[in-house]
């Protein structure tokens, strides 16, 4: 049987074991799906286009150069009509081919690739190349039906030569890997057009082409774009680690030598893994095949321990590289089912599950006993991917009731008026102003197709290959020309073993002879996560014993531990202001084994410094409930290490708000009669939070606000702090007082302005709207900042820093992410920030105004202008609500 075939009739293979979901109960959800899209691409054409992406806290168009930079993650924009491009074959996935043909003729009309703007290479190949080549092969689909697109003659494909042609000269380097950014107007020309000057690259970023370059030679009949991208799959694949067959995450694109040398299957390496799979099934080459199944077997060798996915070193993998995994790896049991190794998939897709569950969503990062690492979650579709794969693969309707779930959780999280908004915080529930493209090209596609029925889809889905990010490319590319110019690179005859090939394709009756057995898989793990599993012991090579050093037993005037530390790589850094850092330079250290000691020994003094230091406290939520909003305005806001822990509370503490006088809070409270039973607003400055909160108490107030009077200050820019006390003992302060950055409390005082009466819920993380208060899941997240460990080829791991009263007292400090660290502080004086600097805030200014101020940086849309924009939505949702929805 061909091999291409095979695979394909695995995804055909449809066993329905236990108890269906009802074909009305699937249209029901189907056409939820198509509600959503609707909502979240309607809003985008309403009131972000031509713009990349929609801002939908906002209801405004993200433009590149016209909002604050978000780093590397504004690579992806190039002011291309970037969501439109990647939503073309999503349209006619869902029947809407009438939209799909205006959202075809605003593209031709409207869009322009020749922009003098640096892109990201990988991006713009799978979102734009992918979208336009996605978009014609719908096109070519319809037109040759005969009834739609008669007009067309394939202006999208000679659009995605035009951009293919402006990417291939980021391949001119000495390796055949392309440089990771170029200008889309001048190319690689130097520090002139802000590009050429990189000298590292991710292994996905190089090894993600071959789909989109190949499928564009094969549409026009130029070898040359699939001809390095073949270049570059063949130099990654000279360059991995021949002993472990494993490739690292980041590569030299000149040297090829390993940046960094940490391999797994998720965040910088997933889909060139992905690609080689799904190059075979594409092109038929059996080359890719051959390749991948070598990668495969030391993957579930070295870095899957069911149902787990840790990222190993590629010299020693052994040697696990991190105790967290990252959400982008819930792909990977969707490529399994692709392999046929169906039964590892269902374990890892069931903890992802179990952790979607516990949180709503997948966090950006998780660590081994399933608690938050990372908060965020931008609407990653990888999860509702892997359960398409797997329903199609098992025919088991359990996966049918994790994509309700999925769907669930993003109309009561996620949606707001105008689109669907990612969280900012998993945590609290708090939204982040973006609605990527990868949502809609993605999310969508495959929540439909999970609920479709045959006769539901315009076309045989089975004739194309999904790329990363899910657009259809026809298998029918396998046979076009291709006369490619480069020889794929065989290096050995030991490759080319038929012993390194898997042929064969399983049988799915053999695989679920019985109809427990997926659920038997499930079982164990769901437990586990229930329980929280203890993170695995990390590992020691054969007779090494026990680090040399604990944490617990460290004197940092003990000589003798000093000297281990020293051949540890470790060093004792004292500050100027009494406080000591530790510092590891890996590459110090004595030995390779001392230098992994090292980094055992300062995760045992981050455990065990989180442990003396006062609890930490996760950010808290600020929800406005009062009408307009409904629930679906959250604002992130800081913790009190005093008052009422509302983690503790099931309800919360709801009230309306009202502007202290005066506005410091610093003396009695003059307006006494308009605080009592209300939560009152205070500005920062000039006194201790514990003062302010006892002065509106005393007045009467049930909670308290306090907005920063930094003017422009935000939580996208600026760490979130804890409020710390007075000093003195604050038990006798019984409410709660929150913290909001001057962008967010001028959000709250703009409403209060309009509407005089605005009711909100101060909560550990935000509330369904209209639903009862659930449960408080089991499972405590992690109220710490990220913490990372680099690879021992790293030149340096930094700690954290605390005051120390005595010197013994030493706490490593950790990497910390911008969007999530921690600081503490009260006011007027500054207590050390939870980074690797502390660094006293500026004196502030005792004339400062106590009125309450606008931010003229926020949106210049009004409130009343927000909310006419808004109103239909709202409409809507009430509908929903009665649809039961």
């Excluded at 690259?201 to 789909?211: D, H, K």
């Excluded at 002065?695 to 702090?721: C, H, M, R, W, Y």
């Amino acid at each position: 049987m061909p091999p291409v075939l095979c695979l394909l009739m695995l995804l055909g293979a449809l066993c329905r074991f236990g108890e269906a979901m009802s074909r009305e109960e699937k249209q029901k959800l189907r056409n939820q799906v198509v509600e959503m899209f609707d909502h979240a691409y309607q809003n985008y054409m309403d009131h972000a286009y031509p713009a990349d992406e929609l801002m939908p806290l906002t209801c405004r168009g993200r433009v590149r150069g016209l909002e604050p930079s978000r780093g590397d993650v504004d690579d992806a924009l190039g002011k291309f009509s970037l969501t439109l491009i990647d939503t073309l074959d999503t349209l006619v996935l869902l029947n809407k081919t009438t939209e799909f043909e205006a959202a075809v003729r605003s593209v031709l009309s409207d869009v322009r690739l020749d922009n003098d703007i640096v892109v990201s290479v990988f991006e713009t190949n799978i979102r734009v190349l992918g979208g336009l080549l996605g978009g014609h092969s719908m096109a070519v689909m319809l037109k040759e039906g005969g009834q739609n697109m008669q007009w067309y003659q394939d202006e999208l494909l000679h659009m995605a030569k035009d951009l293919g042609l402006r990417l291939l000269p980021a391949f001119n380097t000495s390796s055949g890997l392309p440089y990771p950014r170029i200008n889309l107007k001048h190319g690689v020309r130097g520090p002139e057009t802000r590009t050429g000057t990189e000298t590292d690259t991710c292994t996905a970023c190089a090894g993600t082409m071959i789909l989109e370059f190949a499928a564009l030679s094969r549409f026009t009949g130029d070898p040359v774009f699939e001809d390095h991208a073949r270049r570059a799959l063949d130099f990654l694949w000279e360059k991995r680690q021949r002993n472990s067959n494993l490739v690292g995450t980041t590569i030299n694109i000149h040297s090829g030598e390993w940046v960094r040398r940490d391999s797994g299957v998720g965040a910088g390496i997933d889909s060139y893994y992905e690609y080689l799979l799904k190059a075979y099934i594409l092109l038929g080459d059996d080359l890719f095949l051959q390749r991948f199944n070598i990668h495969y077997a030391s993957i579930m060798k070295y870095i899957s321990q069911p149902p787990l996915l840790l990222d190993v070193h590629i010299h020693k993998p052994l040697l696990p590289a991190r105790t967290w995994m990252d959400s982008l790896l819930a792909f990977f049991p969707g490529l399994q089912v692709l392999k046929g190794d169906i039964r590892p998939a269902i374990e890892t897709h069931e903890m992802l599950y179990q952790v979607t569950k516990k949180h709503n969503f997948l966090p950006e990062a998780f660590t081994t006993d399933f608690r938050v690492h990372w908060a965020q979650h931008p609407l990653r579709p990888e999860f509702a991917e892997s359960t398409y794969f797997l329903y199609k693969a098992t025919g088991d309707p359990y996966y049918l009731e994790a994509g309700r779930t999925i769907l669930d959780n993003l109309n009561r999280f996620a949606r707001v008026p105008c689109g669907f908004a990612a969280m900012k915080d998993v945590r609290t529930g708090s939204h982040e102003d973006r609605m990527d493209s990868f949502f809609l090209a993605e999310m969508f596609k495959y929540l439909f197709l999970l609920f479709a029925e045959a006769e539901d889809i315009p076309f045989d889905v089975e004739d194309y290959v999904f790329t990363t990010e899910a657009h259809l490319l026809p298998l029918s590319l396998s046979t076009a020309p291709n006369s490619s110019s480069i020889p794929s690179n065989r290096t050995s005859d030991e490759e080319l073993d038929d012993s390194n090939f898997d042929w064969t394709c399983p049988n799915t009756q053999l695989l679920f002879p019985d109809p427990a057995f997926p659920r038997s898989l499930r079982e164990p793990i769901r437990s586990a996560v229930d329980k929280s599993c203890p993170r695995p012991a990390p590992y020691r090579e054969p007779g090494m014993g026990r680090p040399p050093l604990r944490a617990q037993d460290f004197m940092a005037n003990n000589p003798e531990h000093l000297e281990l530390l020293r051949r540890m790589g470790v060093s004792l850094v004292h500050l100027k202001d009494g406080r000591v850092q530790l510092v590891q330079h890996a590459t110090q250290a004595v030995s390779a084994v001392a230098a992994e000691d090292g980094v055992r020994f300062m995760q045992e003094m981050m455990e065990l410094s989180s442990q003396q230091q006062k609890e930490q406290l996760p950010p808290r939520a600020i929800q406005i409930v009062s009408h307009p909003f409904f629930g679906r305005v959250v604002l992130t806001a800081g913790p009190a290490q005093f008052g009422t822990d509302l983690s503790k509370s099931s309800t919360g503490v709801r009230g309306f708000v009202t502007v202290a006088e005066p506005y410091s809070g610093c003396t009695e409270i003059t307006n006494g009669e308009y605080v009592q039973g209300h939560i009152a607003l205070l500005q920062r400055g000039q006194c201790m939070f514990a003062e302010k909160a006892r002065n509106i108490q005393k007045a009467g107030a049930i909670g308290g606000i306090v907005i920063d009077d930094n003017e422009g200050s935000s939580s996208d820019t600026a760490p979130l702090f804890q409020m710390a006390g007075d000093g003195r003992s604050t038990d006798d302060v019984t409410l709660p007082l929150l913290f909001l950055f001057h962008k967010e409390g001028n959000i709250l005082l703009e409403a209060l302005k309009e509407y005089r009466e605005v009711e909100v819920l101060l909560s550990d993380k935000a509330r369904d709207r209209g639903m009862d208060v659930q449960e408080e899941e089991n499972c405590q997240t992690e109220a710490t900042t990220p913490t990372s460990f680099k690879p021992v080829s790293q030149s340096q791991m930094s700690t954290d820093e605390l005051d120390k009263s005595v010197p013994e007292e030493v706490t490593p400090a950790k990497e910390v992410s911008p969007a999530e660290e921690l600081r503490i502080e009260e006011e007027d004086r500054a207590v050390p920030p939870l980074a690797d600097t502390a660094l006293p805030e500026e004196e502030r200014d005792s004339e400062k105004t106590e009125e309450p101020r606008g931010d003229k940086d926020l949106s210049s849309q009004s409130v009343d202008q927000l909310l006419a924009d808004w109103q239909e939505d709202l409409e809507a949702f009430k509908q929903m609500e009665k649809d039961d929805l």
